[in-house]
């Protein structure tokens, strides 16, 4: 089974899909899409949602995190190296221990500006 760039199994069973014939990924008759149809062509990409990324379950999710183009990034992306302390503590309160931990980082340039 092939891996995908986290190094997680993508699910494809490529022996399976190396073994599929051209009659077996042919479209069926009443499919109205022709891939020799420049038409149908052009008409399938105008109407398609390209994402990067696997599948459908990432197309949604890229769908969902679109913040259209006049809108900046709420937070930057950045490295940072904490103490494992401080990590295991923040993960230790469960799903969402990122933004209690920038919760917590607010509350202290808060209490310490001035």
């Known amino acids: 089974m092939k ?3 986290t ?3 993508s699910g494809t069973d490529l022996a399976k899909l190396r073994a599929l ?3 077996d990924i042919a479209l069926d008759d009443d499919t109205p899409y022709d891939p020799n149809d420049p038409a149908a062509v052009e008409a399938f990409w105008n109407n ?3 994402t990067p990324g ?3 379950d990432a197309t949604l999710a890229a769908l969902r995190r679109a913040r259209g183009p006049a809108r900046k990034p709420r937070k930057t992306q950045l490295t940072v190296r904490y103490s494992p302390e401080v ?4 993960k230790a309160t469960g ?5 209690r931990m920038d919760a917590a980082l607010k509350e202290w340039i808060a209490q310490h500006s001035g």
């Open 3 to 5: 891996s995908d760039v």
């Open 7 to 9: 190094g997680k199994p």
């Open 21 to 23: 014939t051209d009659a």
């Open 48 to 50: 398609a949602i390209v």
């Open 54 to 56: 696997g599948g459908v």
């Open 87 to 90: 990590v295991a503590y923040f």
């Open 95 to 99: 799903k969402g221990w990122q933004g």
